[in-house]
């Protein structure tokens, strides 16, 4: 069964870009949609994006403009970089096939 | 974006007896291909959120039949026949017709 793991910094400092990455296991990224979601600490699910292998993207328009979502097929990895950070973007953050297969996320807190 | 709301937000609940969550969106899920795009998931203390039911009614696989869902257009249901301790925690229901996909708040189950 597909297994996904979200890595990156667990503390990203106010303004800055946070940059995660998720490694896709016993799947091939060269099929599906990629997906990124967020929790903020006790409240409910947002999704941000997605990307299909081929580069194609679809961004949550509250975020479009600080997001970015990119695939390297080599590595069997996709990425999330959000810009301009604020504590409201304290959240655990999972990467997930299309809606179905989920990583366990991963927590990131925006602070100084 | 379609707006998902839920309820009860909690519900407490004996093993052995059923529950019911209700779901309502702000516009019809029923697609031109004849699909609606309505999902259930479950989301375990500190675990990510997993698929129940997909396209309104449809068990996704592994999940044990006492969970069933039901609904058309904008208002669906999602019932347990006899609440188990497993089943605790929050449960989101989901839209994807429209992009962005949004969830509903959670519902909180708990075991009395």
């Known amino acids: 069964q597909v297994q996904l793991q979200e890595s990156g910094p667990g503390l990203v400092k106010p303004s800055e870009t946070l940059s995660l990455t998720c490694t896709v296991s016993?799947?091939?990224?060269?099929?599906?949609?990629w997906t990124w979601i967020r929790q903020p600490p006790g409240k409910g699910l947002e999704w941000i994006g997605y990307?299909?292998?081929?580069?194609?993207?679809n961004y949550n328009p509250s975020l479009k403009s600080r997001v970015t979502i990119s695939v390297d097929t080599s590595k069997n990895q996709f990425s999330l970089k959000l810009s301009s950070v604020t504590a409201a973007d304290t959240a655990v953050y999972y990467c997930a096939r299309q809606l179905i297969f989920w990583g366990q996320g991963t927590l990131v807190t925006v602070s100084s | 974006d379609i707006v998902m709301t839920q309820t009860p937000l909690s519900l407490s609940v004996t093993p052995g007896q059923p529950a019911s969550i209700s779901c309502k969106s702000s516009?019809?899920?029923?697609?031109?291909?004849?699909?609606?795009?309505l999902y259930w998931y479950l989301q375990k203390p500190g675990q990510p959120p997993q698929l129940l039911i997909y396209e309104v009614s449809n068990r996704f696989s592994g999940v044990p039949d006492r969970f069933s869902g039901s609904g058309s257009g904008t208002d669906f249901t999602l019932k347990i026949s006899r609440v188990e301790a497993e089943d605790v925690g929050v449960y989101y229901c989901m839209q994807s017709i429209q992009l962005p996909p949004t969830f509903g708040q959670g519902t909180r189950l708990e075991i009395k």
């Open positions: 016993n799947d091939s990224i060269s099929n599906y949609y």
């Open positions: 516009q019809s899920l029923l697609h031109s291909d004849g699909k609606t795009y």
């Open positions: 990307i299909y292998y081929s580069g194609n993207t």
